[in-house]
C-alpha cells in the first residue's frame, strides 16, 4: 500500500497511452487468472478485486448483498455471456472503469491511499515516469 497523488487528467493521460494500459492490464489479468486457463472464473474475479480491495466489508451489507452485487459486476465484464472474463474483455471493462473514474475527478490533485498493484497506483507512476515528478509515496 502507498499514497499517490491524482487526478483525472492523470487517469486520462494512462488510458490514453494504450501500450502503458494494456500492459497493466495483461499483468492485472495474469495475477488473476490462479489456474493459468487464459480466462477468468467468477470467483477468480472476485478473489483479484479482494486483494484489490474493491469490494471491502461495509457493515451495512450483508454476505448476500455483496455477492448479488459482484454478480452484476461479472455480468458487466463477461459481456458475451460464456460463464468466464477473457483478456480482451478484461481491458474494456477496465479502460471503462477507469474512464469513469477520470470523468468524476477535477483537476485538483488528491492525496489517495492505494494498493501498490492498483490501476490508479499504475496511473500515477506512470504520470510520474512522464514528468519526473514524484507523484508517489
Do not use: W
Amino acid at each position: 500500500m502507498g499514497v499517490a497523488v491524482i487526478n483525472g487528467p492523470i487517469v486520462t493521460a494512462f488510458l490514453e497511452d494504450r501500450e502503458a494500459f494494456d500492459r497493466c492490464a495483461e499483468e492485472q489479468f495474469a495475477s488473476f487468472d490462479a489456474n493459468g486457463d487464459g480466462v477468468l472464473s467468477r470467483a477468480e474475479l472476485m478473489v483479484g478485486f479482494e486483494e484489490l480491495r474493491f469490494f471491502e466489508p461495509h457493515a451495512e451489507l450483508t454476505a448476500e448483498e455483496i455477492d448479488a452485487l459482484f454478480d452484476k459486476v461479472f455480468e458487466r465484464f463477461d459481456s458475451d455471456r460464456n460463464g468466464t472474463v477473457d483478456l480482451d474483455e478484461f481491458k474494456a471493462e477496465m479502460r471503462e472503469i477507469m474512464s469513469a473514474v477520470a470523468r468524476g475527478m477535477d483537476e485538483v490533485p488528491i492525496f489517495v491511499p492505494l494498493e501498490s498493484d492498483s490501476f490508479l497506483m499504475r496511473a500515477a507512476e506512470y504520470q510520474a515516469s512522464k514528468t519526473g515528478k514524484k507523484l508517489v509515496c
